[in-house]
């Protein structure tokens, strides 16, 4: 749903934190918290590896390019830790670069998504051009916190953690920004995003849902109060997409 947002992570804690509490374990259970993890991507007989959550061929279902066919590549890990966050992604499997490769080059669909999980943890260079050079386009769907190596064709960014873990070049660039709404201080993260960064992309709101963690989501998993608060939200601001 197009609009504005701010992430959920940050309830009233939010005006807390910027004011220097940064350590209290009960405020950090409000936020997005990062966290010391990388990905995994290596060198192991001169062929690249990567951790892979899943792969998989679908229609985009958010943001600007929601109904187009997409081939998704989900990499394994994130270095923030979300509360409500609604992917199983800590798992996965080993898979080389040719692989991937071949996986993309079989795909019916015009459009590579990279996604996570936090997909910038990875050296994702040589996946990206060879991704390019199989004539497809490529998107990323990252959290911001990291600056990104390839000059991506979409960049859809979810930024969901403090303001200064954000990547502002991200933040800045991003084609669309997608915001969540349904915790306290919603709003107020999202003014504070749009005041510290001016981002020039399109922006959304996502009302948050319930049972995202059995992945798989039904019209019981509906928040109305989000939709609702969403809805809201955009009437108030038309300047979001």
Not at 191 to 204: A, I, R, S
Request: charged residues 20%; contains cysteine; glycine residues 10%.
């Amino acid at each position: 749903m197009p609009g504005r947002g701010t992430t959920p992570l940050y309830g009233n804690a939010w005006s807390t934190y910027r004011r220097g509490v940064r350590h209290n374990k009960a405020l950090r259970r409000n936020f997005a918290q990062p966290r010391n993890s990388r990905g995994v991507s290596y060198l192991l007989g001169g062929s690249t590896k990567y951790t892979i959550n899943e792969t998989f061929y679908s229609l985009k279902g958010e943001g600007i390019h929601t109904g187009k066919p997409m081939f998704f590549i989900r990499f394994a890990g994130c270095n923030l830790v979300c509360d409500f966050c609604d992917t199983l992604h800590q798992t996965g499997t080993t898979m080389t670069l040719e692989e991937l490769l071949g996986l993309v080059r079989n795909s019916p669909a015009n459009h590579v998504v990279l996604t996570g999980g936090e997909p910038t943890l990875y050296d994702y260079d040589k996946l990206c051009e060879g991704i390019i050079e199989s004539g497809k386009a490529l998107h990323i769907e990252t959290n911001g916190t990291n600056p990104l190596t390839f000059p991506f064709d979409w960049i859809a960014c979810s930024p969901k953690s403090p303001i200064p873990t954000l990547s502002p070049s991200v933040i800045q660039t991003a084609n669309e920004l997608k915001f969540l709404v349904g915790m306290d201080g919603w709003q107020q993260y999202i003014d504070d995003v749009l005041h510290e960064f001016d981002p020039q992309g399109l922006l959304y709101v996502m009302p948050l849902s319930v049972g995202g963690h059995e992945g798989i989501r039904g019209p019981e998993d509906i928040v109305q109060d989000n939709v609702q608060l969403a809805i809201q939200y955009c009437l108030e601001h038309p300047e979001f997409a």
